[in-house]
């Protein structure tokens, strides 16, 4: 170890990963008006490192190897390990118009009223990634902060969000029992990695669209209106789980949330309206 360098970050092949997964999945062809897709997949990842080591992201101790001589020390779910997702789409006319089911024999106003509508939509929804708490204890390597050893009940660390209205937003039934069920490493021994899962994911797209005849079926108008994250659901970030020193010091609860997934402005951040209007000839 060079004098003027707390650690010297080496390049290797000692990262090791594993997935099972199963998928499954339910399809209705186009009848009735009605055609969807819904896909649930189980999965689990297990590894010992989730970033690619000559990658850019390995920086400020994440992304190492936590123990190099035991690369198995911090095996444990993959930080983007998911266990539970759903997602499907569907698209569904509406019986009502011109060769429908529902006033088929409609007159021409009537047609432009009724006829022409079209619902669709995109679901998702996942269980919370996997994550553990800090230490604030760089053992093994001088560049991991190793996770915390939890010696408290598991229901203790469960995710259950509360506060918020001007207060801290909290993912923990107690933030003191939360931060008391963890201790730092003893020795050399550090606690296991990603044990901790964060809160559950959301999202539900829905499109509404109207075709309007102009001239038989050779000239036709289309308006649209999506909405990204109908819904306007929150979907939280990961809390913080940094050891007890530092969240006094700044006076921050222990499992504090601090943000939600997705940009500000995304349509997984909060709901995002647009509209298209087409002359199809």
Partial sequence: ?????????????????NYAGMLVTMHKNA??????DLNYTWSHSIDNVSIIANSIAVSNGFGFICDVQRPREC?????????????GNFIYDLPFGRNRTIAN????????LIGGWQISGLPTWHTGDAYNAQANAYVTSFANDAPATLLGFRSTVKTKINGGAGQPLLAYASSTAADAAFTGPTGFNIGSRNTLRGPGFFNFDLGLGK??????????????CDAFNAFNHPNFSIPSTNGRDITEAAGVPFGTITSMVGSPGSDEAQRVLQGALRLEF
């Fill in 75 to 87: 095996r444990g779910n993959s930080d983007f390990d998911v266990t539970n997702y759903f997602n």
């Fill in 105 to 112: 024999t409609a007159p021409f106003w009537l047609d432009e």
């Fill in 211 to 224: 075709t309007f005849p102009i001239w038989s079926d050779k000239v036709k108008m289309k308006f649209r």
């Fill in 31 to 36: 009848g009735y008006g009605l055609q969807f």
């Fill in 1 to 17: 170890m060079a004098s003027q360098f707390s650690s010297n970050s080496v390049w290797t092949n000692k990262g090791s990963s």
